[in-house]
């Protein structure tokens, strides 16, 4: 009799530790989107504090940029200070999120390392380059047109 109870209590105990081990809560750090830039050939890729991005609405950020249509595209994505993973931003698939079209959103992939968005504007301008993380899923960039 006292052998089986302690083969049931023995039992017992690695089943609550092997379970353990799998509930085990997962913690990861929210990255701080706020840190992001937008950075391509019009800033030679440099963080530049002009194009920092700011948050217009929760989970959204954009900047300005006057860009020129001389039709040449313009590669861009967003990044942080230091390319840090998690925080550089650039499309999810070649054939459907490289080429961003004025007013259509992409999706964005921010542990990507060399696949730039590519956009030609079409009038000189003010634009607005947005990225919003609240979606479930991939972040959304979109393009739009402030003025001349």
């Known amino acids: 009799m006292a052998?089986?109870?302690?083969?049931?209590v023995a039992f017992s105990c690695l089943l609550v530790s092997g379970c353990a081990s799998n509930i085990m809560p997962i913690f990861e750090d929210t990255p701080d989107y706020s840190k992001l830039y937008l950075r391509?050939?019009?800033?030679?890729?440099?963080?530049?504090?002009?194009?920092?991005?700011?948050?217009?609405k929760e989970e959204k950020y954009a900047t300005q940029i006057r860009l020129i249509a001389d039709g040449q595209p313009y590669d861009f994505r967003f990044a942080d200070i230091n390319w840090?993973?998690?925080?550089?931003?650039?499309?999810?698939?070649?054939?459907?999120?490289?080429?961003?079209?004025?007013?259509?959103?992409?999706?964005?992939?921010?542990?990507?390392k060399?696949?730039?968005f590519r956009f030609?504007?079409?009038?000189?301008?003010?634009y607005q380059f947005s990225i919003d993380f609240?979606?479930?899923?991939?972040?959304?960039?979109?393009?739009?047109?402030?003025?001349?």
């Open 3 to 8: 052998i089986s109870r302690f083969i049931k």
């Open 40 to 56: 391509g050939v019009f800033t030679w890729w440099e963080a530049d504090e002009k194009y920092k991005l700011i948050a217009v």
């Open 84 to 112: 840090s993973p998690s925080l550089n931003c650039g499309y999810v698939k070649a054939s459907v999120d490289q080429i961003v079209t004025l007013g259509e959103t992409v999706r964005a992939n921010c542990e990507s």
């Open 114 to 116: 060399d696949e730039n």
């Open 120 to 126: 030609t504007p079409k009038e000189t301008g003010l």
């Open 134 to 148: 609240s979606s479930v899923g991939s972040p959304k960039v979109k393009i739009e047109k402030l003025s001349d």
